[in-house]
C-alpha cells in the first residue's frame, strides 16, 4: 500500500511539475527561459546579442524573479518581475524532423511583470537612472 500511495504521489508531482515548468517569456530580452528544478526555484544564466548576459535568480513557477543585466563584467541593470497574472498561449511554426514540412503549435508559457524598483548603471558602475514598476505598469522614474 505504500509503495502505490508513493507512486501516486510521485505521478502527481511530476504531472504538476511538467504543468508548472511551462518556460517564462521575458519581453524586454525577448528571451524564453525554462527553470530545471521541480519547485522552480532556479539560478539561471543566459547570454543574449552584444555580449549581454542575464543573472535570473528564479523564485516559483509563474516567474516571480530578480534579474541582473551585465555587460561583459559590467553591471548594466537589475530588477525584479513579479509573477504573471496568467499563462499565455501563442502559434509557433515548426519544422517537422522528417521531410522539413511545416506545422503550426501552441506555446503555452507565462511573462512575468515588471515590479518594483529597477536601476540602470553606467560603464564606470554608477547608477545612471531608476524606474519603479508596479505589476508591469511604470509608476516613474
Not at 7 to 32: A, M, V, W
Not at 50 to 69: F, R
Not at 81 to 98: E, F, P, T
Request: charged residues 25%; hydrophobic residues 35%.
Amino acid at each position: 500500500m505504500k509503495l502505490f500511495c508513493l507512486t501516486i504521489f510521485f505521478l502527481h508531482n511530476l504531472n504538476s511539475f511538467s504543468q508548472k515548468n511551462i518556460g517564462f517569456y521575458l519581453q524586454e530580452y525577448d528571451i524564453k527561459i525554462y527553470p530545471k528544478k521541480l519547485n522552480c526555484s532556479d539560478t539561471l544564466t543566459a547570454e543574449l546579442k552584444n555580449k549581454i548576459i542575464l543573472k535570473l535568480y528564479v523564485k516559483d513557477c509563474m516567474g516571480a524573479m530578480k534579474v541582473i543585466c551585465f555587460k561583459g563584467e559590467v553591471k548594466i541593470s537589475e530588477g525584479e518581475y513579479c509573477n504573471s497574472l496568467d499563462s499565455l498561449k501563442k502559434y509557433v511554426l515548426n519544422l517537422k524532423a522528417h521531410g522539413g514540412e511545416k506545422e503550426i503549435s501552441v506555446s503555452t508559457y507565462f511573462q512575468p511583470l515588471r515590479d518594483g524598483l529597477w536601476i540602470y548603471y553606467n560603464n564606470a558602475g554608477r547608477i545612471k537612472y531608476s524606474e519603479y514598476y508596479k505589476k508591469g505598469i511604470l509608476q516613474g522614474k
